[in-house]
């Protein structure tokens, strides 16, 4: 980071912007542009870098064509209206929107001068925006008096200084609970997806309503090395794919600190990602000391050919040292499986290809597959042999599906072959535990259900008008759970020396656990980034005995977005 900051300082900077948030509104607007073939553009949207910037600027362009349907230049008026930064001040070549066309006259004199912000400054040299975070919901089970509940309040704040340097930060304080299947993996993982430290929580209100008490901070900087260089660092999580899930990356687990370096070259993206990770939990580490540390160092280069075509190559190295970062990982270039050999092959290394095709406007296809270890000779034998570790992963998208408006369909299959992200070094603290498994926090890097497993998804997400949208996710996903003492090969925390045998692996061993859920939410957009929600879960699961667990809720939600415990 500070040879970065040295060449900065000789260096002409430009300026950039923080990414979409991937479960945001505008993320999806962002991706119907471009399956639909109205982006023309040579975006390269694997790694979910989706900069607030320069999709502003493609969507101005897109309006101006006049090519989008009605309620299509609506969802653009929206993007623009959460990102009025950067739209000029006066119509010029852009007559259709502005910054006036989102000034409204403020409440109190001085919030929400703009529909989409609670504060903003707008001088030279300087730009700020916040707005406030609030997430309330409530569920009720209907097989219990389980009360599942949601109280979120934070923060998001973007600034910019000198058109040169942007800073991001959504901080949120939370109380919640969690439908009883998500609470039981809570407790055998002790961490919560996608979240840090917690402490138990009890209401002085009402006795039947408890879960978890928790923070969460996302905060990053960044800024342009050269005019194809940009470089972050701060705390957060990432994704790389154009699923659902990602087999390769996702942001299942919780923040950590990392630096980002991404390069644009021709038709060509490479992105290094460098970063800090805890290899168990606050809850799971004896006697409250310093989580043990490990690092990931990632590469990966996406290539797009033609605007139908987007082929990406994925190479990460899980490590652990002591009192010290492995400096040869620091070679941005470098594969890492050579770095490994060098240093007597102490470390975790993974490899995977992720390919996106448009065969017509409307059709996406896209498919990954992980490779952790691997041997041609017992996959042509079938032998089942436990050190074959791949996932894999195809999809489908049809957006205006059956040619209705703003139905966008995806289907979508997982699976990962037992031991997958396991590695075999183990942990001093926690002997049972390796030091380098693809994981963050007793947390899953890539798929929430770690490994030993096979999962289809269907996606349905219908707008009729601009207020409503109805999402409909159902889920039917087969893995193997482990019995007191055995590693059947699905929790990819447990070093894989403990492994049940050599050969006869299969996807489903162990404890063989079936699931099949439905999750239903209709929301109305009462203001703009406020929604009321209904929601409605529906799951069974088959292992030992069948069991039901259904939930039905409402919520209100500002400038949040909410987040689905399916699996």
Not at 94 to 115: D, E, G, H, M, W
Not at 266 to 291: C, D, G, V
Request: glycine letters at 6%; charged letters at 15%; one cysteine or more.
């Amino acid at each position: 980071m500070f040879l970065f900051m040295c060449g900065t300082a000789v260096v002409p900077l430009f300026a950039q912007a923080p990414s979409v948030l991937r479960m945001d509104q505008n993320s999806h607007t962002i991706d119907r542009m471009e399956v639909l073939g109205l982006a023309d553009t040579l975006h390269h949207r694997a790694t979910q870098n989706l900069n607030r910037r320069e999709w502003a600027g493609q969507l101005l362009r897109i309006a101006a064509t006049g090519k989008p349907k009605q309620q299509d230049m609506q969802d653009i008026a929206y993007f623009l209206a959460d990102n009025w930064e950067f739209l000029p001040d006066s119509a010029g070549s852009t007559p259709l929107f502005t910054k006036q066309s989102f000034a409204r006259k403020p409440v109190i004199a001085c919030f929400y001068p703009t529909v989409a912000s609670f504060i903003s400054v707008d001088k030279p040299g300087f730009l700020l925006s916040v707005n406030p975070v609030i997430h309330l919901a409530y569920w009720q089970g209907a097989q219990d008096d389980r009360i599942v509940f949601q109280n979120t309040r934070g923060l998001d704040m973007r600034a910019y200084i000198d058109e040169k340097v942007y800073v991001y930060s959504r901080i949120l304080e939370n109380q919640r609970s969690y439908p009883g299947y998500a609470d039981q993996r809570i407790q055998a993982y002790q961490a919560i997806p996608g979240q840090g430290s917690w402490q138990p929580y009890q209401s002085t209100v009402l006795s039947n309503l408890r879960g978890y008490d928790y923070f969460n901070a996302t905060a990053y900087l960044g800024f342009s090395a050269t005019r194809n260089i940009d470089v972050q660092f701060g705390h957060g999580s990432h994704f790389i794919g154009h699923g659902i899930r990602s087999l390769l990356l996702s942001d299942h687990a919780h923040n950590y600190l990392f630096l980002k370096i991404d390069t644009r070259m021709w038709r060509f993206r490479y992105q290094n990602l460098f970063a800090e990770l805890a290899s168990t939990s606050a809850a799971a580490n004896p006697l409250e000391r310093l989580l043990p540390k490990k690092y990931m160092a990632t590469h990966f280069l996406s290539f797009r050919p033609t605007k139908k075509w987007e082929i990406g190559l994925f190479e990460s190295v899980i490590f652990s040292r002591e009192k010290m970062f492995e400096l040869q990982y620091l070679n941005p270039v470098i594969l890492y499986r050579s770095v490994e050999q060098w240093i007597d092959s102490p470390d975790n290394v993974l490899l995977g290809l992720n390919v996106r095709w448009q065969p017509i406007h409307g059709v996406e296809m896209y498919s990954q597959v992980l490779v952790d270890e691997f041997r041609l000779s017992e996959v042509r034998k079938q032998s089942g042999w436990w050190a074959n570790k791949v996932g894999w992963q195809v999809g489908l998208k049809y957006y205006n599906a059956f040619g209705i408006d703003h139905l966008d369909m995806q289907l979508e299959y997982n699976a990962a072959r037992p031991y997958t992200y396991t590695h075999w070094d183990t942990l001093a603290a926690i002997p049972q535990y390796a030091k380098a498994s693809y994981s963050h926090y007793n947390q899953p890097l890539a798929h929430p259900l770690g490994a030993n497993f096979q999962e289809s998804l269907m996606q349905l997400i219908y707008a009729p008008s601009s207020r409503w949208q109805c999402k409909v996710r159902l889920l039917h996903a087969l893995y193997g759970t482990d019995q007191a003492g055995k590693n059947w090969g699905g929790n990819i925390l447990l070093h894989n020396g403990s492994k049940q045998q050599l050969y006869g692996n299969e996807i489903g061993q162990g404890l063989r656990v079936s699931v099949s859920s439905a999750f239903i939410d209709i929301s109305y957009k009462i203001a703009h980034n406020v929604y009321l929600d209904a929601q409605m879960l529906f799951r069974k699961t088959i292992s030992a005995e069948t069991q039901w667990q259904n939930y039905y809720g409402a919520g209100i939600r500002m400038n949040a977005f909410t987040t689905q415990f399916d699996y």
